[in-house]
Protein backbone atom coordinates (compact mmCIF):
# COMPACT_ATOMS: atom_id res chain seq x y z
CA UNK A 1 0.00 0.00 0.00
CA UNK A 2 2.87 2.19 0.55
CA UNK A 3 3.70 2.13 -2.84
CA UNK A 4 0.37 3.28 -4.52
CA UNK A 5 -0.20 5.50 -2.00
CA UNK A 6 0.59 9.11 -3.87
CA UNK A 7 -2.37 7.76 -5.99
CA UNK A 8 -4.60 9.20 -3.47
CA UNK A 9 -5.29 12.44 -3.38
CA UNK A 10 -5.17 12.71 0.42
CA UNK A 11 -2.67 9.77 1.60
CA UNK A 12 -4.50 6.55 3.21
CA UNK A 13 -1.55 5.43 4.94
CA UNK A 14 -2.57 8.83 7.38
CA UNK A 15 -5.79 7.67 8.70
CA UNK A 16 -6.60 7.33 12.35
CA UNK A 17 -8.24 3.45 11.64
CA UNK A 18 -5.27 2.28 9.30
CA UNK A 19 -5.60 -0.57 11.41
CA UNK A 20 -8.81 -1.61 12.19
CA UNK A 21 -8.95 -0.56 7.95
CA UNK A 22 -6.30 -4.21 7.65
CA UNK A 23 -7.78 -6.07 10.03
CA UNK A 24 -11.33 -5.16 8.02
CA UNK A 25 -9.66 -6.50 5.17
CA UNK A 26 -7.95 -9.44 6.10
CA UNK A 27 -11.19 -10.68 7.78
CA UNK A 28 -14.03 -9.48 4.97
CA UNK A 29 -12.29 -8.15 2.29
CA UNK A 30 -10.06 -9.73 -1.11
CA UNK A 31 -7.26 -7.84 -2.10
CA UNK A 32 -6.49 -7.79 -5.43
CA UNK A 33 -2.56 -7.26 -6.65
CA UNK A 34 -1.35 -5.68 -10.36
CA UNK A 35 2.23 -6.59 -10.52
CA UNK A 36 5.10 -6.51 -12.92
CA UNK A 37 8.72 -7.10 -11.19
CA UNK A 38 6.87 -4.72 -8.26
CA UNK A 39 3.27 -3.73 -7.63
CA UNK A 40 1.81 -1.56 -9.86
CA UNK A 41 -1.91 -0.82 -8.49
CA UNK A 42 -4.23 -2.97 -6.25
CA UNK A 43 -7.93 -2.43 -5.27
CA UNK A 44 -9.70 -4.07 -1.83
CA UNK A 45 -13.44 -5.37 -2.39
CA UNK A 46 -15.97 -6.76 0.06
CA UNK A 47 -18.33 -9.19 -1.12
CA UNK A 48 -20.13 -10.11 1.98
CA UNK A 49 -23.40 -8.33 1.87
CA UNK A 50 -25.74 -11.10 0.94
CA UNK A 51 -28.35 -9.81 2.06
CA UNK A 52 -28.23 -6.77 -0.98
CA UNK A 53 -26.20 -9.01 -3.00
CA UNK A 54 -24.03 -5.84 -2.89
CA UNK A 55 -20.18 -5.50 -3.05
CA UNK A 56 -18.52 -2.71 -2.00
CA UNK A 57 -14.97 -1.09 -3.39
CA UNK A 58 -13.03 0.33 -1.14
CA UNK A 59 -9.86 1.15 -2.59
CA UNK A 60 -7.95 1.02 -5.75
CA UNK A 61 -4.67 2.96 -6.73
CA UNK A 62 -2.52 2.92 -9.65
CA UNK A 63 0.95 4.26 -9.40
CA UNK A 64 0.44 7.59 -10.76
CA UNK A 65 3.20 6.91 -13.78
CA UNK A 66 1.00 3.92 -14.66
CA UNK A 67 -2.24 5.79 -14.73
CA UNK A 68 -3.89 5.53 -18.32
CA UNK A 69 -2.46 1.85 -18.98
CA UNK A 70 -5.72 -0.40 -18.58
CA UNK A 71 -4.51 -1.45 -14.50
CA UNK A 72 -7.05 0.81 -12.97
CA UNK A 73 -9.82 -0.93 -15.19
CA UNK A 74 -8.70 -4.38 -15.46
CA UNK A 75 -8.45 -4.01 -11.52
CA UNK A 76 -11.99 -3.00 -11.22
CA UNK A 77 -13.17 -6.23 -13.89
CA UNK A 78 -11.41 -8.25 -11.47
CA UNK A 79 -13.48 -7.14 -8.58
CA UNK A 80 -16.67 -7.18 -10.93
CA UNK A 81 -16.02 -10.96 -11.78
CA UNK A 82 -14.94 -11.74 -8.09
CA UNK A 83 -18.28 -10.12 -6.76
CA UNK A 84 -20.41 -11.53 -9.55
CA UNK A 85 -19.37 -15.21 -8.61
CA UNK A 86 -20.06 -14.19 -4.69
CA UNK A 87 -23.84 -13.92 -5.65
CA UNK A 88 -23.15 -10.30 -5.75
CA UNK A 89 -25.63 -7.82 -8.27
CA UNK A 90 -24.19 -4.53 -7.99
CA UNK A 91 -20.29 -3.00 -7.61
CA UNK A 92 -20.47 0.16 -4.99
CA UNK A 93 -18.20 2.68 -4.36
CA UNK A 94 -17.97 6.44 -2.56
CA UNK A 95 -16.10 8.75 -4.26
CA UNK A 96 -15.47 12.67 -3.19
CA UNK A 97 -17.12 14.79 -5.33
CA UNK A 98 -13.86 17.10 -5.67
CA UNK A 99 -12.07 13.98 -7.21
CA UNK A 100 -13.11 14.71 -11.20
CA UNK A 101 -10.42 12.04 -12.63
CA UNK A 102 -12.04 9.29 -9.91
CA UNK A 103 -15.32 10.27 -11.03
CA UNK A 104 -13.99 10.28 -14.80
CA UNK A 105 -12.43 7.15 -14.59
CA UNK A 106 -15.53 5.25 -12.74
CA UNK A 107 -18.03 7.03 -15.15
CA UNK A 108 -15.95 5.44 -17.96
CA UNK A 109 -15.79 1.98 -16.49
CA UNK A 110 -19.41 1.42 -16.11
CA UNK A 111 -20.59 3.28 -13.07
CA UNK A 112 -23.27 5.55 -12.10
CA UNK A 113 -24.17 7.89 -9.52
CA UNK A 114 -26.49 6.49 -7.01
CA UNK A 115 -26.84 8.42 -4.20
CA UNK A 116 -25.85 11.31 -1.84
CA UNK A 117 -23.51 9.98 1.38
CA UNK A 118 -22.02 12.98 2.66
CA UNK A 119 -21.18 16.67 2.47
CA UNK A 120 -17.98 15.91 -0.21
CA UNK A 121 -18.89 12.45 -1.36
CA UNK A 122 -21.42 10.33 -3.42
CA UNK A 123 -21.95 6.81 -3.62
CA UNK A 124 -21.76 5.37 -7.55
CA UNK A 125 -22.86 1.90 -8.31
CA UNK A 126 -22.25 -0.93 -11.03
CA UNK A 127 -24.63 -3.07 -12.08
CA UNK A 128 -22.88 -6.88 -12.61
CA UNK A 129 -23.73 -9.03 -15.85
CA UNK A 130 -26.72 -11.89 -14.74
Not at 11 to 23: T, V
Not at 34 to 60: D, F, R
Not at 100 to 117: V, W
Amino acid sequence: MNECDRAFQNSILERNEFGELFHKIDVNGVFIVAHHAYVLGYAVLYANNLSENEGYLTLIAVLPEYQGKHIGRNLILACCDIAHNKGMKRLKLEVKRDNGKAIHFYLKNGFLFDSHCSDKSEYMIKLLDS
